[in-house]
């Protein structure tokens, strides 16, 4: 009698666990065909078909601290959950742990809700309330199946809630992505990382971490939800079509995390770390620049300063870091000169820039259009190569950053044997710089040669002589001083 009754518990164990892994099933396959039709889902290219659907971990890398660019503040805008507006749309992200705990409950049913089958639903919100024995609840309405559910607050009243980091869990924030999407499809970006990630599952959410190259220039193919906390997925490609992604916060509107937890192996998901946008123009003009100086910015594109310490006036790459320590504004014209610090060599460096845009006859004389608010380039070096670095010296060892900062980009490059190649740089002394460099990109020799000889212009005098005219700098012709 006790054999009869421990084999039909069995083969009703067995009735049971078939009956949930073809419901199991069925939810992956349903899952898998609104993933294919949801446009807010992107994969990179070449994202293989799995043939077992799965749930992967989000892990994390990387360095780097986010400052807010223009285009950030400008266009994406935090709202606290007490700020929340009737109509803003979220996606149901879940991770592992939310598919234990369900999240919503059905209005209709006042039944809770497995995150499963909401997973990629479209919420949008519907304002709060108090239920009959004094819960609060935000309420939405699902955009993909017509029906409403709420999120009850664990405990305490909306107000009090509404104004902790938690949230609403599952939702990602789909005002970013769609803002993202409008602003930075087909925009050039450079990479400000070298951690990035590929889809290995097209019906999934598995990743492989890739390493690219840091300054890299990069085209936006796609924008797409990530994940809660990274909401905005964006997918990047390179010059030889490589596709890579990241997944990143921008407002940080309901991401759960506070802005003191973007630190470490979370940095590179802020936009700032992982991203630089080539087209962003610093707002900054004659009116508010007071409140710049102190800010550490870096150089968007190439350009020339004059070097306290050599002088003379020096080529500078992008991405160099500096802090802006002072802004003269000239008497004759609608230039200031300011007063930079490279953060790393701690040399000051003055040039004359125009900060209204409307002002500038020319982009290179725009403040903004060169400088972008936040770090650049963290460039490793002695003591010994920076002092060399601060006279503008060129030194045997130097890595291709360290003779950029003490020389600029290169004018001219030639191609050697065995990987070698050397640049050439024309000096303001008339003088070619030649530093060349081995496979590794160390520099292995430096040397000088004498320029092309350059035709002298011959200007009026008085008295009916001739002279060489000079092109002056507007800092020693008295429009602007070096502070």
């Not at 109509?87 to 742990?97: A, S």
């Not at 002002?359 to 004389?365: H, L, P, V």
């Not at 060349?436 to 009916?464: C, H, L, M, N, Q």
Request: charged content about 25%; glycine content about 8%.
């Amino acid at each position: 009698m006790l054999s009869l009754h421990s084999e039909s518990l069995r083969i009703k164990l067995l009735i049971v666990m078939k009956k949930f892994f073809l419901t199991t099933c069925a939810a992956f396959l349903f899952l898998t065909a609104v993933a294919q039709d949801n446009p807010y889902i992107v994969k990179t290219r070449g994202v293989k078909k799995t043939a077992q659907p799965g749930i992967a971990s989000e892990l994390g890398v990387a360095p780097e601290q986010e400052t807010a660019t223009d285009f950030i503040s400008q266009n994406f805008k935090f709202y606290s959950l007490c700020d929340w507006e009737e109509g803003m749309k979220f996606m149901v992200m879940p991770e592992k742990y939310d598919l234990v705990v369900k999240t919503f409950t059905d209005a209709a049913t006042g039944k809770d809700v497995s995150s499963m089958p909401l997973k990629y639903k479209i919420m949008i919100y519907k304002g709060h309330h108090e239920s009959s024995d004094g819960h609060s609840r935000v309420d939405f309405y699902c955009q993909d199946n017509g029906r409403n559910y709420y999120y009850e607050i664990p405990s305490g009243s909306f107000d009090d809630y509404c104004y902790s980091k938690t949230g609403v869990p599952t939702l990602a924030y789909l005002g970013d992505v769609d803002i993202a999407r409008e602003k930075l499809m087909g925009k050039t970006l450079y990479t400000k990382t070298q951690y990035y990630r590929i889809d290995t599952e097209y019906d999934g959410e598995g990743f492989q971490d890739v390493v690219v190259d840091k300054d890299m220039e990069v085209k936006v193919t796609k924008v797409g939800v990530g994940t809660r906390s990274y909401p905005v997925k964006i997918i990047v490609e390179d010059k030889d079509g490589n596709e890579f992604y990241q997944n990143v916060a921008i407002s940080k509107t309901n991401s759960g995390m506070r802005d003191d937890e973007f630190i470490m192996d979370e940095a590179k998901y802020l936009f700032g770390n992982s991203f630089e946008l080539v087209d962003d123009i610093m707002d900054i003009n004659s009116y508010n620049y007071r409140q710049y100086i102190g800010k550490v910015v870096h150089t968007k594109f190439k350009t020339a300063l004059l070097n306290e310490t050599t002088k003379k006036v020096q080529a500078i790459p992008r991405m160099m870091e500096y802090q802006i320590e002072a802004m003269n504004p000239h008497k004759n014209d609608d230039k200031f000169t300011l007063k930079l610090k490279n953060t790393t060599l701690g040399t000051y460096f003055y040039g004359d820039f125009v900060l209204d845009a409307h002002r500038a006859e020319k982009q290179e004389d725009y403040f903004g259009y060169i400088f972008a608010p936040g770090p650049g380039k963290k460039i490793q070096s002695t003591e010994g190569s920076r002092a060399m670095m601060r006279a503008g010296h060129v030194g045997v060892g130097f890595s291709e950053d360290e003779v950029m900062m003490a020389a600029g980009e290169p004018d001219k490059t030639l191609e050697g044997q065995n990987g070698t190649y050397t640049w050439i740089f024309n000096r303001s002394n008339n003088k070619l710089l030649y530093v060349e460099f081995d496979g590794g990109g160390v520099v292995t020799k430096t040397y000088t040669k004498d320029g092309p000889k350059k035709k002298s212009t011959p200007t009026a005098r008085k008295g009916g002589g001739k002279r060489t005219a000079s092109k002056s700098n507007s800092w020693r012709s008295g429009k602007g001083t070096p502070l």
